[in-house]
């Protein structure tokens, strides 16, 4: 893999002293709106955890790049990211530790719509992959093989 998973941009569409682009690149040839749906909706949800501080517990990946193609190439959805603490968890399980911390958040704070749509659309994946990825197969990008659902944060 030769290209990053997410980078800057050091052309800002706004006022440069104020505002910096996030560019996500993983995914960026999605044909699904809802593959789009979760990969633009669940990095903000996640952005919005760190800018409140409230990124509990360390999900840090060993290697990103190495498990993210190992998660891709892992139709049955059992490989185990190996996190910089040592602890290994499966790309599912890293999802649904993301998804509870938003789940936190939300409990102080008073979530808009869109937020909880998305929140929606992302549990309700998780449940249809952890059943059976072929759940999935008429809404996510994944080209007849199983959903990858390791990437930074997005399905």
């Known amino acids: 893999m030769k290209r990053p998973i997410i980078n800057t941009r050091d052309e800002p569409h706004a006022d440069a002293d104020k505002y910096r682009r996030l560019h996500v690149i993983i995914g960026d040839a ?3 709106e809802v593959s789009t749906l979760l990969k633009v909706g669940t990095t903000s ?3 919005a955890m760190i800018e409140a501080k409230e990124c509990t517990g360390d999900l840090s ?3 990103p790049v190495t498990e993210l193609k190992n998660v891709s190439h892992d139709p049955g959805l059992s490989h185990l990211i190996r996190l910089r603490d040592g602890r290994r968890l499966t790309a599912l399980d890293l999802q649904w530790r993301s998804s509870s911390g938003h789940r936190r958040l939300w409990s102080r704070t008073a979530p808009t719509k869109r937020p909880m749509r998305v929140m929606q659309r992302w549990e309700a ?4 992959l952890g059943r059976d990825p072929m759940e999935c197969a008429d809404r996510l990008d994944w080209g007849g093989q199983a959903p990858a659902v390791g990437g930074l944060p997005g399905a």
């Open 30 to 32: 999605n044909l699904s």
């Open 125 to 128: 994946v998780l449940d249809q």
């Open 61 to 63: 990946i060993a290697d």
């Open 45 to 47: 949800l996640i952005l």
